[in-house]
Structures are given as structure tokens and as C-alpha cells.
């Protein structure tokens, strides 16, 4: 009866969360969706402790106490530009927990197994270690303290080949003697060690993809968990939570024209040397302007497209942005937003900023809704963007870029580029956008040029 | 067992799909709330991590491994919640 009364719980708190994800398909219904979430989430955790398993509550409350205090405290003071690494290492952790929750399975069960439970405990322990020692990493890589750019070396596919089938070998020989903790620990360390070695390889450019993939993994493990445990709620969740990462995975690649392998093993490094060769058919130099130029440009604007990259949350200038947007319309200028898949380190990550700056989301456009109106606009606004205004995408198959789908910025009257320095961006393919006539390069951080331009306008 | 196994894959199955239905619904302005809200749902796994923390204490080790899996999942669900709530709450505002 008891037992039936807690399924039953997890029922209501799995119907409520496919609730919640489906009033996310609008801005307006979206936050009543995460909180009927919350409260199926609460259904289910009050149920749990119901369990008769449960003899002693200490170690739960200091646990659920330590990680709430320590959830809530970082959740409120997380800047919204910061969101990416946020998400990542919270991913990390449910990743942890999962892996951890199989563990000890195995060793309250150890060493009688059915072999599906085997298999189950085993890949929650492997995919969920990945999970967060991949996380960890990047986490490190987006907030800056492991360098951002790909880390390879010689041999580096033989090494993670040979370890996968250490792996392979270590999972045959739990089956042979489950007791055995060094090889059942052997795997946890193992699958710990891959999480390290799959992610330092990627660029920070590449974040998007690895962010999403590493959020379908949590969820895979908390499905494995789930036939662990035997519990149908986590087989749900965590099945509907690996469909979502694995629906922005294929969105991110998409939006770069890459198949998902060539982003995980590909190194764009290795493209890059022919590519730098052929891209060099451009030349000239790139000439500077200044803020008044600039200023006379928009005040002379009736329409401006503002395209936002990476740049904008490095510099803190979404709030700058939008002052400037809101002086403009002021004086009539039609003002829209052009989002990229790709902008950014994360999906979405671009509209998460500019919805801190309070620009109404309507004025958001995204890449197919825009793109074949830059011809008719006067002025085009890049900040900190690079690779996803790359004309090169398209004219140029040397380039690693070639065939990724990019923002026609160069069609409009005049492109204002606010960029930090000339160093070119990723992977260091050159950007001939850069180099063009009609294209204003300003050098200097984002936010004060942005204030520069909004003081002149307010004069 | 066999018969729950059986079931469990069917579920496992039928939810992959409804999942990519559900979210496929899910406009690219809301891609980060979505991903940090399914983050914060797959935190779920704190209801296993329950369990294994408050089992019988003979097993040390279990529950040691619990205690820690209860700290990490509540960083994911609360920490998950709350931040997606103060996304979702900058959307919001613009209805007005």
C-alpha cells in the first residue's frame, strides 16, 4: 500500500514535469512551467522518504541542507553572463550524483547481479563520471581558469582508442568477477579520466555542442539509474532530459554545418593550416574609425540590426546595448536583434542577455526570420561577434567554415564591427568582413565604446 | 523482474520520443531555461540518492557514497530551479 501510494507520487511528479517542459514553448506560460516542475519535483523527493528503507534521516538532512544552502547561495549570485558554466557544472554534479547512486548499489548488492542490472549500474557509473568530470572541465575552460583554446597532442586518438578498450576489457571483467572492487573501480576511475580527455580537445567556440551533449548524458544516466533502482519516474526524466540535450546538440551542429564526430574528434585545428593559405586572397588593411563616425552613421540610420556575439557577454554590454537601441528608437530608427544558433557559448545564450536588459524578446530575430532584410538596412551592428558573420562561410571553401550558415551582415548600407583587437577569433581563420568598404571596424572593449557612442547621441 | 525490465525499456522508449516532441516545441529564445530547467528535473536522481543515504548503517561505505550523492543532486535541483527561475522571470517581465 505504501509502496503503491509512492509509485503513484512519482506519476504526478513525472506528469508534471512533461507539463512544465511543454508550457517552456512560451516566454509568457514558461516560469509557471518551471514552478509546476518544482512542485512535482518536491512531490517526488517527500514521497522518497516515505520509503521503508529509509531507517535513519541524519545524513539526508545534512545532505539536502548543505546542497540546498549551497544551490540557492550560487544560483542568486551567478551573473546572467556567467550562465554557461553555470549550467555546465550543475550538470556535472547531477552527472556525479547518478554515478554515485549506482555505486552504491553495487555495493549494497554486490555480488549477486542480474546481468541487466549489471549493465544498467555499470553504464550510470560509466556515463555518469563522463558526465562530470566533463562538466568540470568545461566549466574550467568557459570560465577561464583552463585555457579555452583546444588542448591536442600527438597520438592523442591512439591514447583515448587504447583507453576505450581498457574500458571495454573492464567491463568483460566485471562480469566475470562482479566482486571485485579494484575492476569495478577501475571502470569509475577510467570513465573519470574520459570525461578529462573528451572535452579538453574542444574549443570554447565549440562550447554550445559540448554543453548540450554533456546535458543529454546526465539525463541517459539518470534513465540507467532509474532501471537501477527500478523506478519508472527516473527512467522517464531522465530519458525526456537526454531527448532535450540531444535536440540542442543537433540544433548547435546544425547551425555550424558540422556533424557532431567531426566536433568531438575533429580538431578544427587540423583544418585550419590549409585553410589560412586560401583564405589569404584577401587583402588590404583594416582601417579604424572612430566613435564619431560611428555616431554619425546611426543618427543618419533609419533601420539597424544589431548582431550580438560572444564578445557582447565577455563584455558585459547587454545593458549598453539596449540603452543605445532604446536612444535610437527614440529618434525613429527601426532597431532589431539578429541571433545566431551558434552566438555565444551556450543555445540560447544570447537572448538569456538581452532579456536581462529588459529588450522585449519580439525584437529578437533569428537567423532565417532576418537574414534576406540586411540588403534593405542601413546599419549593421556586430559586437564581439566573428565566425558567425564570416563571409567566408559562404564564398570560400578553403575555409573550416565553409557551408556553416552565417548572418548576411555585409549586404546592409554599413557594418559597424566593435571588436576588442584584431586578433582574429577561433581557430584564427581570418574574417574578411573586416576588410570590407563598407565595414567600420571600432577597436576597444565593447561597453565604453558603446557608452562613448550613447553619450555623443544624448548630446 | 523480467516483466519490469520489459516495461522499463518500453517507457524508456516512449519518453525519448515524447521528449523530442515536447521540446522541439521550445523556441530558440528559450533554449538556456529549457537547458537548465531539464538539468535541473534530471536532478531527479536526488530520490535515489535518498535511499542509499539513509539505508541501514552497517554499510558504511553506502552510505558515506549516498550522503555525498545527496549533496551533489540538491546542488543540481535547487541550484537548477532557482537559476532558471530568474531567467524565466526576465522573460516574463517584458509582457507588461
Redesign the interface.
Known amino acids: 500500500m505504501r509502496d503503491q501510494i509512492i509509485n503513484y507520487s512519482?506519476l504526478i511528479?513525472a506528469v508534471l514535469?512533461?507539463l512544465?517542459?511543454?508550457k517552456?514553448?512560451?516566454?509568457?506560460t514558461?516560469?509557471n512551467?518551471?514552478?509546476l516542475?518544482?512542485l512535482g519535483?518536491t512531490i517526488?523527493?517527500i514521497a522518497?522518504?516515505f520509503?521503508q528503507?529509509?531507517?535513519?534521516?541524519n545524513?539526508?538532512v545534512?545532505?539536502?541542507v548543505?546542497?540546498?544552502v549551497?544551490?540557492?547561495v550560487?544560483?542568486?549570485k551567478?551573473k546572467?553572463t556567467a550562465?554557461p558554466e553555470?549550467?555546465a557544472i550543475?550538470?556535472g554534479?547531477?552527472g556525479?550524483?547518478?554515478a554515485?547512486?549506482a555505486?552504491?548499489?553495487y555495493?549494497?548488492l554486490t555480488p549477486n547481479f542480474?546481468s541487466?542490472l549489471l549493465i544498467a549500474l555499470l553504464l550510470s557509473v560509466i556515463i555518469g563520471a563522463i558526465t562530470f568530470t566533463g562538466s568540470v572541465i568545461a566549466f574550467g575552460k568557459l570560465h577561464g581558469i583552463v585555457s579555452g583554446s583546444p588542448i591536442v597532442y600527438t597520438g592523442q586518438q591512439v591514447v583515448n582508442g587504447m583507453l576505450g578498450i581498457v574500458m571495454v576489457a573492464l567491463v568483460v571483467g566485471v562480469f566475470i568477477v562482479p566482486a571485485d572492487l579494484k575492476v569495478f573501480y577501475g571502470i569509475f576511475t577510467l570513465a573519470l579520466v574520459l570525461g578529462v580527455l573528451f572535452v579538453i580537445p574542444i574549443g570554447g567556440a565549440d562550447m554550445p555542442v559540448v554543453?548540450?551533449l554533456l546535458?543529454s548524458y546526465?539525463?541517459v544516466?539518470?534513465?540507467m539509474?532509474?532501471?537501477?533502482?527500478?523506478?519508472?519516474?527516473?527512467?522517464?526524466?531522465?530519458?525526456?532530459?537526454?531527448?532535450?540535450?540531444?535536440?540542442?546538440t543537433m540544433?548547435m551542429c546544425k547551425a555550424m554545418n558540422r556533424s557532431l564526430a567531426n566536433v568531438l574528434f575533429g580538431a578544427f585545428g587540423a583544418v585550419k593550416e590549409g585553410a589560412v593559405a586560401v583564405g589569404s586572397t584577401v587583402t588590404g588593411a583594416v582601417k579604424s574609425y572612430t566613435i564619431e563616425d560611428a555616431f554619425i552613421i546611426l543618427e543618419n540610420a533609419e533601420s539597424l540590426i544589431i548582431v550580438p556575439g560572444y564578445g557582447m557577454a565577455a563584455a558585459h554590454a547587454q545593458h549598453a546595448v539596449r540603452e543605445l537601441a532604446d536612444l535610437l528608437e527614440g529618434k525613429g530608427v527601426e532597431v532589431r536583434y539578429a541571433?545566431h544558433?551558434v552566438a555565444g557559448r551556450?543555445?540560447?545564450?544570447m537572448?538569456?542577455l538581452l532579456?536581462?536588459a529588459?529588450?522585449?524578446?519580439?525584437k529578437?530575430f533569428?537567423m532565417e526570420e532576418i537574414n534576406d532584410d540586411f540588403p534593405h538596412t542601413d546599419v549593421a551592428l556586430v559586437i564581439g561577434a566573428n565566425d558567425v558573420v564570416n563571409p567566408a562561410a559562404k564564398n570560400n571553401p578553403g575555409s573550416p567554415i565553409y557551408g556553416m550558415p552565417v548572418l548576411n551582415v555585409e549586404e546592409a548600407k554599413t557594418v559597424i564591427v566593435l571588436k576588442r583587437s584584431m586578433n582574429p577569433g577561433f581557430a584564427g581563420i581570418e574574417n574578411e568582413l573586416f576588410l570590407m568598404d563598407n565595414t567600420m571596424m571600432i577597436f576597444g572593449d565593447a561597453k565604453q565604446t558603446l557608452h562613448d557612442i550613447i553619450s555623443h547621441l544624448k548630446d | 523482474?523480467e516483466g519490469?525490465?520489459l516495461?522499463?525499456i518500453y517507457?524508456?522508449?516512449l519518453?525519448?520520443?515524447?521528449?523530442?516532441e515536447?521540446?522541439?516545441?521550445?523556441?530558440?529564445?528559450?533554449?538556456?531555461?529549457?537547458?537548465?530547467?531539464?538539468?535541473?528535473?534530471?536532478?531527479?536522481?536526488?530520490?535515489?540518492?535518498?535511499?542509499?543515504?539513509?539505508?541501514?548503517?552497517d554499510?558504511r561505505?553506502?552510505?558515506a557514497?549516498?550522503?555525498?550523492?545527496?549533496?551533489?543532486?540538491?546542488?543540481?535541483?535547487?541550484?537548477?530551479?532557482?537559476?532558471?527561475?530568474?531567467?524565466?522571470?526576465?522573460?516574463?517581465?517584458?509582457?507588461k
Open positions: 512519482y511528479a514535469f512533461m512544465g517542459l511543454k517552456l514553448s512560451s516566454p509568457a514558461a516560469r512551467g518551471n514552478r516542475s518544482m519535483m517526488a523527493i522518497t522518504l520509503k528503507e529509509i531507517v535513519s534521516f545524513l539526508i545534512i545532505g539536502v548543505t546542497g540546498s549551497i544551490g540557492a550560487t544560483a542568486k551567478v546572467m550562465m553555470m549550467v550543475f550538470n554534479f547531477g556525479g550524483a547518478s554515485l547512486v555505486i552504491s548499489v555495493h549494497r542480474e541487466f554543453i548540450s546535458n546526465s539525463g544516466a539518470v534513465s539509474t532509474g532501471f537501477v533502482l527500478n523506478n519508472n519516474a527516473l527512467i522517464i526524466v531522465g530519458s525526456m532530459v537526454g531527448a532535450a540535450g540531444l535536440f540542442l540544433i541571433i544558433p551556450m543555445p540560447g545564450h537572448n538569456v532579456a536581462e529588459d529588450v522585449p524578446y519580439d529578437l533569428a | 523482474m519490469s525490465i516495461i522499463g517507457v524508456f522508449v519518453a525519448i520520443f515524447l521528449g523530442f515536447l521540446i522541439s516545441k521550445v523556441p530558440p529564445t528559450l533554449h538556456t531555461p529549457l537547458m537548465s530547467g531539464a538539468n535541473a528535473i534530471s536532478g531527479i536522481t536526488l530520490v535515489g540518492a535518498i535511499v542509499a543515504a539513509g539505508l541501514d548503517v554499510v561505505l553506502t552510505t557514497i549516498g550522503l555525498a550523492a545527496v549533496i551533489l543532486a540538491t546542488i543540481n535541483v535547487v541550484g537548477g530551479y532557482l537559476v532558471t527561475d530568474r531567467m524565466l522571470e526576465m522573460f516574463k517581465k517584458k509582457e
